[in-house]
């Protein structure tokens, strides 16, 4: 039975689904003005994760991913800039195992649905226009903060954590914005009955997830950087305007950082996975997109992940290592019994990659088991692993022989003359050295 560390709870609790056979997820999905980066990913191949898991489980999942355009002034038209980077991002998610979602809803498509939305909202008295301005009124919503904990009485600690507001129309600070009157100037811009404008960033979700999966769904999934103010605004005006529970369960991916560093465009320290692909420092080759996957396999998902280039070199080994082992002689045929319920179980406790993927090298070290028993059990793994292990003949064939650097033949010739002086300890420290480079 898969248990799940429930955001809104703050627990980890049993998953009852509100249907029988099926399960709804909704995932924010990329921001289509530029390359989607490597944090993003983490949070998708967690969401993929998750459905595969469900799949497993029995169930049928109907999986929605919105998409958002955004205007950006490139000398091009916003739809141009969407239609780029959206096929980018639909290559790097095929790149990246990641399945399909069910819908890919764009935000643009449904903005009938967000006015709709809106005009309930304040039928019920719980938003205020003013000035082309519709503005949703926190303080008339009893269960603000219920997700973050930035409740309506800790108004003060609420006004420190809610985005900087330069709107001067509001009654509150903490309130946010259902719909804001565009300037003229303005390219993505809609008539309303407020006048021109364009929706908040909160609403499309809201619209988009309820269209496609109806007023109350089971699991709403994304990165924590959305829990406050989105997903906390995404509640409020989704049970705002239904009465009923949105979400039953909230489950957000901990933030990926690089080399202990928070990423951000002004360090220069963002990754997307076709640089990830390219030529990287210290003389090292392109990786695979399949071993960013199984480097995220390696953190739990709830926890903050380290990205280094030397961890990514480590997981392309590991990855290479298991299509090995699948493509030796002999049928794969049976199973190992014993490690695949263990395997299951550690998913099913939260998926616990971590520890399901020391459950698969525990069992290839095995003399339990057969073989041909290891191979099928792997390959029923990959069904939830996504690493394509099936075609690892082809993987392998077309793998470049990679040229070792000169800083690493010279560690591995001074440990092999420290092993021949007998001095172990120092020959196990350039050891280290070595593993620790990724080779």
């Given at each position: 039975m898969l248990k799940i560390n429930n955001?809104?709870?703050?627990?980890?609790?049993?998953?009852?689904?509100?249907?029988?056979?099926?399960?709804?997820i909704y995932t924010c999905g990329p921001t289509v003005y530029r390359e989607v980066h490597i944090g993003n990913f983490r949070t998708y191949i967690g969401a993929d994760l998750l459905r595969r898991v469900l799949i497993h489980n029995g169930y049928r999942v109907v999986h929605i991913k919105n998409i958002v355009a955004e205007a950006i002034a490139e000398g091009k038209t916003p739809q141009e800039i969407s239609e780029h980077f959206t096929k980018l991002y639909f290559e790097d998610e095929k790149k990246l195992n990641i399945l399909p979602a069910t819908h890919y809803p764009k935000a643009s498509d449904h903005i009938k649905e967000m006015i709709a939305i809106i005009k309930i909202i304040l039928d019920k008295g719980l938003a205020y226009e003013t000035e082309g301005n519709v503005y949703f009124d926190v303080k008339k919503f009893k269960n603000y903060g219920e997700l973050s904990g930035n409740t309506l009485d800790k108004m003060d600690q609420l006004l420190k954590a809610v985005r900087v507001s330069v709107e001067t129309d509001k009654k509150d600070s903490a309130d946010f914005a259902l719909w804001k009157k565009a300037d003229k100037d303005r390219l993505m811009k809609w008539e309303s009955p407020w006048g021109e404008g364009f929706p908040g960033w909160h609403i499309e979700c809201s619209a988009m997830s309820i269209k496609y999966l109806g007023d109350s769904f089971d699991i709403h999934t994304g990165g924590e950087d959305l829990i406050f103010p989105h997903?906390?605004?995404?509640?409020a005006q989704s049970e705002g305007a239904t009465g009923a529970k949105f979400a039953n369960y909230w489950m957000h991916s901990g933030f990926l950082l690089i080399d202990e560093e928070k990423m951000s465009r002004s360090r220069g320290n963002i990754y997307t996975i076709a640089e990830l692909e390219k030529n990287l420092p210290a003389g090292r080759q392109g990786f695979e997109p399949l071993a960013f996957r199984y480097l995220t396999f390696m953190t739990h998902y709830k926890s903050k992940m380290n990205f280094t280039i030397d961890a990514l070199q480590g997981a392309q080994t590991a990855l290479n290592k298991l299509r090995e082992f699948i493509v030796q002689k002999g049928l794969p045929k049976g199973e190992a019994?014993?490690?695949?319920?263990?395997?299951?179980?550690?998913?099913?406790?939260?998926?616990?990659?971590p520890k399901a993927l020391g459950i698969v090298w525990e069992m290839i070290k095995s003399d339990d088991y057969t073989l041909p028993n290891k191979k099928a059990s792997l390959l029923r793994f990959d069904e939830i692993l996504g690493l394509d292990l099936h075609m690892a003949q082809g993987f392998l064939a077309n793998k470049k022989e990679e040229k070792i650097p000169g800083e690493i033949i010279k560690l591995m010739e001074e440990r092999n003359a420290l092993r021949k002086q007998k001095r172990y300890l120092l020959a196990d420290q350039w050891r280290r050295k070595i593993i620790k480079k990724g080779y």
């Open positions: 955001t809104l709870s703050r627990k980890v609790e049993e998953f009852k689904p509100i249907k029988k056979d099926e399960v709804g997903h906390e605004d995404e509640i019994e014993e490690f695949e319920n263990k395997f299951y179980r550690a998913l099913d406790d939260d998926l616990n990659m």
